[in-house]
């Protein structure tokens, strides 16, 4: 879960970066893809539950 958001927060700020300054819009362009590959490959895993915590069995 960790990775997960720390390659979010990569994209974020190459993306800020890319869009902000002149000339880096290839910096954008690495954020969206690792952006979408990050979500990509995170979120199969969201969905099936993988990083829930599973409830304690009842006693």
């Known amino acids: 879960m960790a990775l ?3 390659l979010i927060l ?5 993306g800020f970066i890319g869009a902000v300054a002149g000339g ?6 690495i954020a ?4 979408v ?5 995170c979120c199969p895993a969201l969905v099936r ?3 829930t915590r599973k409830a ?3 006693l």
């Open 4 to 6: 997960f958001l720390i």
């Open 10 to 14: 990569v994209a974020a700020v190459l």
């Open 24 to 29: 880096l819009g290839y910096l954008l362009a």
């Open 32 to 35: 969206i893809v690792l952006f």
């Open 37 to 41: 590959a990050t979500v990509a490959r």
């Open 49 to 51: 539950g993988k990083w």
């Open 56 to 58: 304690a069995p009842d």
